[in-house]
């Protein structure tokens, strides 16, 4: 899938609406992404864990991670497509950790999927668990890099979308200027 096929599924299915919103950090913006609208439609969501699964293939991973919410169906669809199994991490009292029995076996080679990164924070936390517990990270797969590929996490990093979503400060916002209604998206991580 090339990025214009994929900003296509994302419009379709309400992962990037435009307008005029409010971040949860204050900021105002003219893009507002929410991944789990695509991943709501098993196929869709099948088509990119497929299409990014792909470009995954090769490091010859053993297993998937993703750090929850965003990454557990992503990781579950990523890990069929390439036949190995799928858990995902989640947070304890704020730290990142594995729970409900899942294992990480010394020397178990994982990559790590995130629907969307922004600073890369969660990526990195679930890295930490994996090599924590005597796992090897060999790659890190994004459906959406919103820092336009500015993350650098030490190992080869894919995206299906690399988006750099503009923000401005309320007083120098330019849709403020010209008197769009600001909408505050409804829920969570974009
Ligand atoms: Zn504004």
Same mark, same amino acid.
């Given at each position: 899938?090339? =990025?214009?096929?994929?900003?296509?599924?994302?419009?379709?299915?309400?992962?990037?609406?435009?307008?005029? *919103?409010?971040?949860?950090?204050?900021?105002?913006?003219?893009?507002?992404?929410?991944?789990?609208?695509? &991943?709501?439609?098993?196929?869709?969501?099948? @088509?990119?864990?497929? =299409?990014? =699964?792909?470009?995954?293939? !090769?490091?010859?991973?053993?297993?998937?991670?993703?750090?929850? &919410?965003?990454?557990?169906?992503?990781?579950?669809?990523?890990? @069929?497509?390439?036949?190995? /199994?799928?858990? *995902? =991490?989640?947070?304890?009292?704020?730290? &990142?950790?594995?729970? /409900?029995?899942?294992?990480?076996? !010394?020397?178990? /080679?994982?990559?790590?999927?995130?629907?969307?990164?922004?600073?890369?924070?969660?990526? @990195?936390? #679930?890295?930490?668990?994996?090599?924590?517990?005597?796992?090897?990270?060999?790659?890190?797969?994004?459906?959406?890099? /919103?820092?336009?590929?500015?993350?650098?996490?030490?190992?080869?990093?894919?995206?299906?979308?690399?988006?750099?979503?503009?923000?401005?400060?309320?007083?120098?916002? !330019?849709?403020? @200027?010209?008197? #769009?209604?600001?909408?505050?998206?409804?829920?969570?991580?974009?």
């Amino acid at each position: 899938m090339n =990025a214009g096929a994929v900003i296509d599924l994302f419009r379709e299915t309400g992962v990037l609406i435009e307008g005029h *919103f409010k971040l949860t950090s204050g900021r105002h913006s003219p893009m507002f992404l929410q991944c789990s609208q695509v &991943m709501q439609h098993p196929r869709q969501a099948a @088509r990119l864990a497929g =299409a990014l =699964a792909e470009t995954l293939a !090769p490091l010859g991973a053993d297993a998937v991670i993703g750090p929850a &919410m965003g990454g557990i169906i992503l990781a579950y669809e990523v890990g @069929r497509v390439l036949g190995v /199994r799928a858990i *995902f =991490a989640e947070r304890q009292d704020g730290t &990142m950790t594995l729970r /409900r029995g899942f294992r990480i076996e !010394p020397g178990e /080679r994982f990559v790590v999927v995130e629907d969307a990164v922004s600073t890369g924070g969660s990526v @990195r936390e #679930v890295m930490n668990v994996v090599t924590e517990r005597g796992g090897e990270v060999v790659g890190v797969g994004m459906l959406v890099d /919103r820092s336009g590929g500015k993350t650098d996490f030490g190992v080869p990093a894919h995206s299906l979308l690399s988006l750099t979503v503009p923000s401005y400060a309320p007083p120098e916002c !330019p849709l403020c @200027r010209e008197g #769009v209604p600001l909408t505050l998206p409804k829920s969570g991580s974009g």
